[in-house]
Each structure stands twice: as structure tokens, then as C-alpha cells.
């Protein structure tokens, strides 16, 4: 049977978080109540003037040197023409074939272009509850239309939903860490279309695309194309075609509906906006973009890895950037090895925050990398450690404190303690003991369980190895 390759190439609407609108003075904000952040030039009045926004330029420098796009000289926007009740004008003013950024790479991932436009007004459908003239009714709340908005779009490099998914994960991450954009999914400032095609292993050339539009979370992203590429297999498996279309992933159904068949770029009649002068980026815009440019979650990653951070760890601090925050915070206040910390925050404060922020949690930096170190001195048990780190989260505090108040900490060589508890567990562990003294280490397991439940998890188990060595005359 014939294998299929998936290929995705995506297309990302993000919301710049400016002072202002694109083409306006209108402020920009989320959830103010409809149709109070409007003037004539974003409801698109005649004789009104439209003016581009210098901070929308400078981010969208900003996304292209992080994406190591060519950053054009000179660039314009065109009028995109469609009729739609959030559109008043009549068109959008957008960029067409001279966007502001062509070019460049994320991970493994190519980009096309980047470019600027402004997003439409917010429709919202409000149902029999809203009827008007006896109909159900549909309004517009305005204060979004005019938001600037930077598209960027990559080359068709992805080869599965779950890979799409990552990519747009470090992309997320990218921007957060540009401070261009909230890059909410959920609050639509950052907006995702799947193009999706796939063609037999091997085959080179590219087969037919549909485009699922407007995915709002990463798990819908991951489940409509993964959908929409077992539709296409379907398809193809019995002797269809796949038709170019636009379709809607409903995640609630987990099916896929048709909007519309694909417009092409004639169907908008795009020319040149004549109400706006070309985008020249002077060598000073460049210097400001440059200059405003922070460490990239890519280049933290490998810095964290020269750190001596393992691939996989630096990966998770590096994308998440609260994570990496919190991992440099503890490592300037502890300052020993990097991966023991990592793998602490990676593994098990993470296991206990979830998706939560740990800079929020009770667990300060500087109580995690205390924890390492006594676990590093073996002044505690690693499982004892993790009781400690429940206390933590739960109540905050100083670990010291909490292991010397719990009596968390290690029995040790030449803890007196010690030297009877073994006796007891040999003598417990008959047996055992004579494996051992017959040669048979394995059997030791039984000894050091038994000494950990007496202790209560306390004892070092290197330490109970020694004793009993010492005991058995070995
Ligand atoms: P359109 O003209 O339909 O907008 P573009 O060439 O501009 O198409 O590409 C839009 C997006 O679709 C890009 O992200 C691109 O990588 C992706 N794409 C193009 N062709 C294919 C294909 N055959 N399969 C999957 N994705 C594709
Ligand atoms: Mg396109
Ligand atoms: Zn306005």
C-alpha cells in the first residue's frame, strides 16, 4: 500500500502590541467595551488619510532579524479588496509583492515573508438572544479593526502535525521573548492557518494544498491537521482528489467543513494603496531594530548547552522562557553544576507547577538551588529531597530548616544510629546476609530496603553498602 508524507506550510497572524492602531491614533486595548476605540480613519470614513505606525515597522524588523529574513529597503503596502461586514473600507490595506521581510529560517523551518497589514473589525454572532427585526443578529464591534497585525509565512518544511505544533511552540516563544506581541491563542493575537497537502514517499513535487483557517489553540492546531491529513488519505486511498479549498476544523466534532473554494490573488485585485508613502528602512531603523533585539530562545538554547545543560533540558529552559529565567536565577545563586539544577526544574518542579510559572510559585530560586546543593553534600537523600520539595511548593520556606524540622537529613558515616539499624536488618535478612557473604551483592537490596524503611528513607544507601561490607567481614 502506498505510504503518504504530510507536508505543512503555515501561516501566522500575529498582533503587534502597540501603543496605537496600524493606520490611526486609536489606542489599542483588549476587552473595552464595543465601539469606543473608533475614529473615521479605522472605520473608514471618506476623506479620511491613513498613516502607517512607526513602532508596527520597528517590530516587524524586530520578527525579521529574529527570523533572519532580508529586511527590504523599501517597501509598500497594496489594498487587498473584499467585501466583508468587519472590512468597512472595502479592502485591506496590506503588503503584497514588496513585504517589509523576505526570507530566512526558524529551526528547521524556512520562511517565506513576513509582512505588515491591519486586521479587521470583530464580528460577533449573537444569536437568537440578539435578534433584531425578528432574525438572529450579528454586530460589529470596530475597536479591533485596524490592530497591526505581522503575517508570516513559511516555506512548506513541516512534515507532521506534532512537528507543526513544536515549531509554532518556539515561534510563540520567539515572539514573547521580542515583546512584539502577547501572542495569546486563545485572545486571537496569535492566529494559525495549516496549509496541508500530502504526496507518496518519494515523490518530490507537491500535491494538491487545502488551507484549515484560524486554529485557536495548539492542541486544536495539532487534532485539525492530523484530521485534515487522514481526510486526504482517505480521499486518495479510493481514487479522489483533493480539491485547493479553505476549510473550518470544528474541535468539538472533530470535523472538517468547507468555507469556501480557494481564492486567488486576482480575485482581490490588489494594487498599490495610493493613501501611504513606500516603507523606506533607513539605516537607523535598522540600528534601533538591532539594538532592541534580546537573547532568541535558539541562542539560549545553545548557550545553556555550553553550559553543560544536556540537549533536552536546555531545550525545555530555552522555549520556556519562565523556566529558563528560573534556572538562571538558581544557578547564580548556587553557582555548582548546571544539569542537576536542570534536571530538578525540568523534572521535578515541573512535574509539581505543571504549566504554571515556578517565578510564582512558593519555591524560590535560591531555596531550589539550597535543595541541590544538600542533596550534592548528601547531607539528604534524593527521595527525601523530593518530600522536601513537596513542602516547598506547598508552604515555601528554607529547605535546610524544613529537613532539620521533619529530621530529613541523612545518617551518615559514623552516625551511631546507623550501626544498630543494619545489625537489626541483617539479622532480619538471614538469608540474605548469607548471599552476600557467599558473594551475591544483589542480594544487599533486601538489607538497604529494610534499613530505608526503618529510617524512614534517611539512610545513605552507600553508606548501609559500607556497614554491611564491614559487618560481614568482606
Ligand atoms: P497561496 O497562494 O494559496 O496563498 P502560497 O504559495 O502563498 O499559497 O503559500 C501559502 C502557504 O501554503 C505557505 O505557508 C506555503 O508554505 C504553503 N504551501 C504551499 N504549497 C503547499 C503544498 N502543496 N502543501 C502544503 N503547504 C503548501
Ligand atoms: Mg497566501
Ligand atoms: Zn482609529
Not at 473589525?121 to 490592530?147: E, M, P, Q, W
Not at 523606506?280 to 530562545?297: G, H, K, V, Y
Request: hydrophobic fraction near 40%; charge should be negative.
Amino acid at each position: 500500500m502506498t505510504e503518504f508524507e504530510p507536508v505543512i506550510g503555515l501561516e501566522i497572524h500575529v498582533q503587534l502590541s502597540t501603543r496605537t492602531k496600524m493606520f490611526c491614533g486609536c489606542a489599542l486595548s483588549f476587552g473595552e467595551p464595543p465601539n469606543t476605540l473608533t475614529c473615521p480613519v479605522c472605520l473608514g470614513l471618506p476623506g479620511t488619510l491613513p498613516r502607517a505606525n512607526a513602532q508596527a515597522i520597528h517590530f516587524g524588523l524586530m520578527i525579521g532579524l529574529a527570523l533572519g529574513s532580508d529586511l527590504a529597503p523599501r517597501s509598500i503596502f497594496h489594498r487587498k479588496n473584499y467585501f466583508y461586514p468587519d472590512l468597512p473600507k472595502g479592502y485591506q490595506i496590506s503588503q503584497y509583492d514588496e513585504p517589509l521581510c523576505r526570507g530566512g529560517q526558524l529551526g528547521e523551518v524556512r520562511i517565506h515573508r513576513v509582512h505588515l497589514e491591519e486586521d479587521a473589525a470583530k464580528l460577533v454572532h449573537a444569536g437568537s438572544s440578539g435578534r433584531i427585526h425578528g432574525s438572529d443578529a450579528s454586530v460589529v464591534d470596530f475597536n479591533r479593526g485596524g490592530t497591526p497585525l505581522a503575517e508570516i509565512v513559511t516555506e512548506p518544511d513541516l512534515r507532521s502535525a506534532a512537528q507543526a505544533r513544536e515549531w509554532l511552540t518556539l515561534l510563540r516563544t520567539t515572539l514573547r521573548r521580542l515583546g512584539v506581541s502577547d501572542v495569546n491563542m486563545e485572545e486571537g493575537s496569535l492566529r494559525c492557518d495549516a496549509n496541508i497537502s500530502i504526496r507518496p514517499v518519494g515523490v518530490t513535487e507537491l500535491g494538491t494544498k487545502t488551507e484549515l483557517k484560524n486554529m485557536n489553540s495548539f492542541r486544536f492546531l495539532e487534532r485539525g491537521i492530523n484530521a485534515e491529513i487522514a481526510r486526504q488519505e482517505a480521499l486518495l486511498r479510493c481514487g479522489g482528489q483533493v480539491v485547493q479549498q479553505t476549510l473550518h476544523f470544528d474541535p468539538q466534532t472533530e470535523r472538517i467543513t468547507s468555507l469556501r473554494s480557494k481564492e486567488e490573488a486576482h480575485d482581490y485585485r490588489y494594487f498599490p494603496e495610493p493613501d501611504l508613502v513606500p516603507v523606506a528602512t533607513s539605516e537607523q531603523m535598522l540600528e534601533a531594530a538591532r539594538s532592541a533585539m534580546p537573547e532568541l530562545p535558539a541562542a539560549r538554547e545553545e548557550r545553556l548547552q555550553s553550559l553543560g545543560v544536556s540537549a533536552a533540558s536546555a531545550r525545555q529552559l530555552a522555549w520556556r522562557t519562565e523556566l529558563g529565567d528560573y534556572f538562571e536565577a538558581a544557578l547564580a545563586a548556587d553557582g555548582a553544576e548546571p544539569q542537576p539544577l536542570a534536571n530538578w526544574i525540568c523534572n521535578e518542579l515541573v512535574a509539581r507547577v505543571g504549566e504554571d510559572d515556578p517565578n510564582a510559585s512558593k519555591v524560590t530560586p535560591d531555596a531550589l538551588a539550597k535543595l541541590v546543593a544538600l542533596v550534592r553534600q548528601k547531607a539528604v537523600t534524593i527521595g527525601n529531597a523530593k518530600l522536601v520539595l513537596d513542602r516547598l511548593v506547598a508552604d515555601g520556606g528554607d529547605p535546610a530548616a524544613i529537613v532539620e524540622a521533619e529530621g530529613l537529613g541523612v545518617m551518615a558515616g559514623g552516625d551511631d544510629a546507623l550501626d544498630p539499624i543494619v545489625e537489626a536488618a541483617l539479622a532480619a535478612n538471614a538469608d540474605a546476609a548469607e548471599k552476600i557473604r557467599g558473594g551475591n551483592m544483589k542480594a544487599i537490596g533486601a538489607i538497604i530496603g529494610h534499613v530505608m524503611r526503618e529510617t524512614k528513607g534517611r539512610a545513605d544507601g552507600a553508606e548501609v553498602t559500607r556497614i554491611v561490607r564491614q559487618k560481614l567481614g568482606l
